[in-house]
């Protein structure tokens, strides 16, 4: 597609439920990353993806979280027994992974409230 | 460990005022360095980038210099704008296996006319 999309862009859950983020990176991107944004707070990195393959997940901050991506491109951020302090804009970028100028993409994020 | 700093905000100048974030950086090796900027409700989107010490980024009036010396990459505009008001993301990538990409934590600029 033309850009990243992401969705839901809003998603309101109650504590304890599981959710599910999507993005779909531009067409012809190799590299995927996922960042957390809290209220004031930078981006916090999750996860990274090459392909299917996703060799540095150093940033999911504990096993509720867990993320996959399938043929390359659609990517889903899966977070289980959501927790109040999940709340936070989460997203999501694409790059052509051109090493030495790793210029990303951000979609517009999803925004995640637990109540 | 890598990383990225930039000074603290918020920031507020009244318009046509000079702008500067100040941005530091430690690595291993050389990375490249970027600037990002985040519009009121809008996406993180790339102002400018440097890829080698002593280049300079540029775009909209904006300007950075890689300073290696110094390990900075510090923002500078001469005359900001009501609609620069935004907050920006000092950030690098990193020549390793992959492109890790690491950001600072922002600054958010307020421009008042």
């Known amino acids: 597609g033309a850009g990243v999309s992401q969705s839901p862009s809003n998603k309101v859950t109650e504590k304890g439920k599981d959710v599910e983020l999507r993005c779909d990176p531009i067409?012809?991107?190799?590299?995927l990353y996922w960042y957390r944004q809290s209220l004031g707070q930078g981006l916090e990195f999750l996860i990274y993806?090459?392909?299917?393959?996703?060799?540095?997940k150093s940033g999911l901050p504990s096993d509720r979280f867990s993320a996959e991506r399938t043929g390359g491109s659609v990517s889903t951020l899966t977070i289980q027994r959501t927790q109040q302090e999940d709340s936070a804009v989460y997203l999501c970028?694409?790059?052509?992974?051109?090493?030495?100028?790793?210029?990303?993409?951000f979609g517009a994020g999803s925004r995640l409230t637990v109540l | 460990g890598d990383s990225v700093t930039q000074m603290e905000g918020p920031v507020t100048l009244s318009e046509e005022a000079f702008l500067t974030i100040n941005c530091t950086y430690t690595?291993?090796?050389?990375?490249?360095l970027f600037w990002y900027v985040q519009y009121p409700g809008e996406g993180l989107q790339l102002l400018l980038k440097?890829?080698?010490?002593?280049d300079k980024g540029s775009n909209k009036g904006f300007e950075a210099t890689y300073r290696k010396e110094t390990t900075s990459f510090h923002l500078e505009k001469g005359s900001v704008q009501v609609s620069d008001s935004a907050v920006y993301f000092c950030?690098?990538?990193?020549?390793?296996?992959?492109?890790?990409?690491?950001f600072g934590p922002g600054t958010s600029l307020s421009v008042i006319p």
């Open positions: 440097a890829t080698k010490a002593d």
């Open positions: 690595a291993t090796g050389y990375p490249s």
């Open positions: 067409s012809g991107h190799t590299a």
């Open positions: 993806f090459q392909g299917n393959s996703a060799p540095d």
């Open positions: 950030a690098l990538t990193l020549k390793t296996s992959y492109d890790k990409v690491i």
């Open positions: 970028a694409s790059s052509p992974s051109v090493s030495g100028a790793n210029v990303l993409t």
